[in-house]
């Protein structure tokens, strides 16, 4: 009894994400088939992706609202660089990259400079980065990628999508960098209690400002991903990015106080949204009801947390010593 | 004699994961007395008063208050039948006032009215014979001060039975004694109180009864006047323990850390050096302005004028990392706002202000992190099932040896300690004792801050004396005298 208790409480979200798969396999027939869980994977990259950056700036106690505008940004960039000027893909990618860093850095300043809750920040800089992607862009489509770039997103290599591989890869950075770093333990302590990490020695500011500096980064590589598979540059590419990111956080148990939670528990959240999104198109659910199922799995997460919160379960995931 | 009894725990047991908290414990309180709970940290003081209380449930057993019998019950329904509760840890809400904090839960008219509100406040603290400004924000109030602003609390309520766990764990002499007259009133007026502890002489001076409990286990209930120290002590520990204030045998006039007119938010134009080998202790009242100068010193809070030395050199400390990163360490106060992660593990609290350290290109050695938490588990007696225990699920006692632990564990070679043994208990405070001795003997340098007069008097070489942000007066250790230091600390001079 106690075992099974134990079972359910630390596996949840695994156990979720099989019955939504058992749920949709049993309602649709292409829904089970090997092809549509490559693609659901593939499609789901992006977001995994972004959202484990975002996940880095939420367990140090902040939020990123701007991430679907990072996207575009980024997305239009490596557009202009390989399509409008021609230049090499790797340049592309490379330029992506650097404007990540770039967008998170003033992401950090302001945030740490003004001294508000990166809701506010973020808000505010997710309008701008709309706007400037637009200008820089004239609001144009791009579609005429390189093969080479094209293959970041849409090729395979022994058998495996080049866009899951990139996954892993980040996932694994991101695993690393959380529970072996001390950087990822400065995030969560930031997180955790802002004013004792301060006096334990963690220069605060600067922390965070690392901290969406990487988040960026990581958006940047899951702009590159979804531009590549996606053979397409504009400034919307991604626009309902921000909803799926925080829910996949917040359904995986980041904790939106900060300070919890862990990215295996993301990547499986995301896994959750995707899989729903997936779903509900396999057995034609209008558009706008999936809207409606969405909001309301937000709210059921963030029920969730603060019932966590509340009733003090005195488990939050989170990394201890190997 | 059948002795009238407001409230009898019968067979209680109470476990945690890895612990059993609370070992069948049966315990009567006789109404109006005082009755003192003692015991080691971890003993389940605290638990034992969270389950009557209805904060937790047992695992087993029955309650039974004013006769009416019952295995749970809601903390709600608790305070309905006139229990009121002071917990160990402070409980109230930042962001309200004093008043507000104080007149929670209880409904003046449908709308709130600020100015009763604020009355009505006001009227207890009076009562308390303690001067505290009613519309401010808990917040911005010291760890003493809440802690009166939690008894305010608990006096506004109508308590039949009143618990106070470690209530005069941060207060210093002065506001202790006005406790213990609101105390003497509550206890003429009928009210039972469960009275808990570490400072002994507290419990002989109040309590007319008292249970010793060890490792969750009843051990004995005594007549407080038919007891003594010692075996308390004994009943405690389980065993003799020698209390004695270590000497320093390494003293030098080699000024480490050397303070010149320094300003900060209270302090003004200190002047205080602390020599190599030497414990410097810091006296006054609460708001006094030791804290303040400590975490000026640390780089917590801003230098506004004046200079400091360390090894001689002037150094300009710009932030605490600063500080850690030359040596300097300090023991926070307040565990739970500044002190440690309560969400996290102990080895990685008494890691984290030690990473850059114990980690290599940036990367975490487990293996250092796991050694340091063992070492600082033995050396300070921490009790837990476990070293990946959550902070938050050890007694309180032992959550400060973590954050000793997490200070210590940066090697510092200038100390200091902010009310170190808070809610610790006498044989844990030895041990602290002990390795402050040694540490000062190995050469550094110590600055111990602690409202326990007693122990202040005992561990220090020299003390210095604020009152009001200014430096009253020096003593050292030949004229050492409770009164003085009493005289200056409230500037009568
Ligand atoms: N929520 C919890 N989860 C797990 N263990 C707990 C929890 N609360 C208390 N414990 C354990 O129960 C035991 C008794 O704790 P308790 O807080 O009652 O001690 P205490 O006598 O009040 O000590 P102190 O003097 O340090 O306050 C300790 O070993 C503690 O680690
Ligand atoms: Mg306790």
Redesign the pocket.
Known sequence: MEGAKKFVQKYYLFLVLLLVVIFFSIMSEPFRTTKNFINILVQNSYLVIASIGISLVMISGGADLSVSYQIGLVSVFTGIITIDMGLSPVLGVIVGLALGVVLGFINGFFTVALDVHPMVTTLATMTIFQGAAHIISESKTYFDFPVSFKAIGQRYVGGIPVAVIITLGMVIIAYVMLNHTYFGRYLYAIGGNQEAARLAGINIRLIRIAGFIVASLFIAVSAIVLTARSGTAKVDLASDAVFSCFTACVLGGISFRGGGGNILGVVVGTLIIGVLGNGMQMIGLSMYSQYIVKGAILIGAIAFDNYQKKHRV?KLDVPQTA | MNQDIILSMKNITKT??G?V?IDNISLDFRRGEIHALI??????????IKCLCGAETPDSGVMELNGVPYTRISPRDSRQHGVEVIY?EINLIDDLSVAENVCLGDEIGKWVSFRKLNAKASRIFERMNVAMDVKKMVRDLSTAQQQLVEIAKALSKDAQLLVLD?PTAPLTTNEVENLFSIVGTLKSHGVTMIYIS?RLDEIFRISDRVTV?RD?KFVETLNTAETDRKTLIKLMVGRELSETYPRRSNITDIPVIETRNLCGSVPRNINIHVNKGEIVGLAGLVGAGRTELARAIFGADKITAGELFLDGQPIKIRSPKHAIQKGIGLIPEDRKQQGCFLYFGIDWNISIANMPSISRFGFIKHKRVKQDAIKYRDLLDI??PSLDQLVV??????QQKVVLAKTLATNSNVIIFDEPTR?I?VGAKQEIYQLMTRLADEGNAILMISSDMEELLGMSDRLYVLCEGRLAGQLKREEFDQVRVLELASGEE
Request: proline content about 3%.
């Open positions: 005195k | 945690y994961p612990v908290a015991g080691e940290n971890g003993a389940g003081k605290s638990t034992l160990q470690e570490h409990l969750g009790r837990t699920n050890l007694s309180g006692g032992n809610g208990d």
